[in-house]
């Protein structure tokens, strides 16, 4: 399957994510890759 981008993000963690945020906002086509979940720990952090 073939994508296209202008931006290419890699990683979302706390650089990342807003990276991607911001590209889409300035009316960029973004790929953002990551190998697990989108965040990494600031996001997904339990709060138990």
Known sequence: ???HAEVLVIGA???GYPA???A???G???LLVEWD???VEC???STD
């Open 43 to 45: 996001l997904n952090a």
């Open 24 to 26: 889409v906002q300035l």
């Open 20 to 22: 991607a945020i911001r």
């Open 13 to 15: 963690g706390p650089g």
């Open 1 to 3: 399957m073939a994508r």
């Open 28 to 30: 960029k086509k973004v």
């Open 37 to 39: 979940r989108l965040g």
